[in-house]
């Protein structure tokens, strides 16, 4: 006997699109079965549309598909039988572990995590052409206990799948008003504003900057572009502007040297640099002495980092210092904190920043 049709819902009803995913457990995500009941579909027939699509019609798998995208639901990886268990297992992403800038924190996470028993699973997303979403999808379907991300800017479906999931999620080095869920880090902007006050106390009047194009850089390049106008009103008002290099990120040593020739060919006035990595500050010293510009005598330098060759250099480097150790191990304890299934008191944490004064200002 044939089977009565269900009739499929209508997912631009904004009474279908506002039922919400039930939990099978309290912080698990949406299931197979909230995907099935609002697809009207069995669970078996969702399970197939997701996992061999051949087997169900183009209808039903578009229908599977569509309330898979609007509730966030992401398979999960682990036996049924393990689901209800911790992993004892973090993942932290950075954008890239070739510089050291992000090894501190991963140190600390490490460690950390270590001594209460999780371990840690990292992966590398990039710069441009990130692999986040991607990345960020495999981690959520192996279900961690909790997840560690560099930065703040996440892609909306990133966002919707790591709310839907209940994972722990710990953003870092960056602030923001709306953070997924718990947040440690500084502000750029003020990183920005403060190194042209500094500079401008050391009486340098044309400041530039050599930087990476990632948000971050870009947010704090701004900001310090800005102060140093506010501060000089008389060269916004001859319609100057602060002069920049920008290089795709990560930065290197060699585009230091490249950003400090492009920029003195533009504006052989530039008495003072900030540069977004310690490594491309680095590469400006070596091009200042090639082309025999004294330092800090005709032009101050100053990094971000505070990287252990910093204070090595010649001259020893000014840069501004970031607690990466002090970033990790706060991450770490909050989500294991939260793992234990207690209350974080306060889910936001600003580390701050130090200007580290060396020679080279």
Known sequence: ??????????????????????????????????????????????????????????????????????????????????????????????????????????????????????????????????????????????????????????????????????????????????????????????????????????????????SANDDRAVRRNKAFADAALALQPELAARGLEVPTWSVPAPTTLGSGRAGLRELLARDPSIDAIFCSSDMMALGVLLEAHASGIRVPEQLAVIGLGDQSFSADTWPPLSTVRIDGTAIGATAARCIITRSEGKTIADPVCDVGYIIVERSTT
């Open 1 to 210: 006997m044939k089977k009565p049709a269900i009739d499929a819902p209508d997912l631009a009803d904004p009474a279908v699109a506002a039922t919400p995913a039930r939990k099978s457990r309290k912080g698990a995500g949406p299931t197979i079965r909230d995907v099935a009941r609002m697809a009207s579909v069995a669970p078996m027939t969702a399970s197939r549309a997701l996992n061999n699509p051949q087997a169900v019609s183009d209808e039903i798998r578009q229908r599977v598909l569509e309330v898979v995208e609007r509730i966030g639901y992401v398979p999960n990886m682990l036996a049924g039988g393990l689901a209800s268990k911790k992993s004892r297992l973090v993942a932290a992403v950075v954008p890239t572990i070739t510089g050291s800038v992000f090894l501190e924190m991963v140190q600390a996470l490490t460690e950390t995590l270590g001594d209460a028993g999780y371990q840690l699973m990292l992966g590398q997303s990039g710069y441009q052409d990130s692999r986040e979403d991607a990345l960020l999808e495999a981690i959520i379907g192996r279900r961690p206990d909790g997840v560690v991300l560099t930065g703040t800017m996440r892609s909306e479906q990133a966002r919707r799948k790591l709310l839907a999931s209940g994972i722990p999620v710990v953003e870092t080095w960056d602030l923001t008003p709306t953070p997924i869920d718990m947040l440690v880090g500084f502000s750029h902007e003020r990183i920005g504003k403060s190194v042209a006050e500094y500079l401008h106390r050391r009486g340098r009047r044309r400041l530039a900057a050599i």
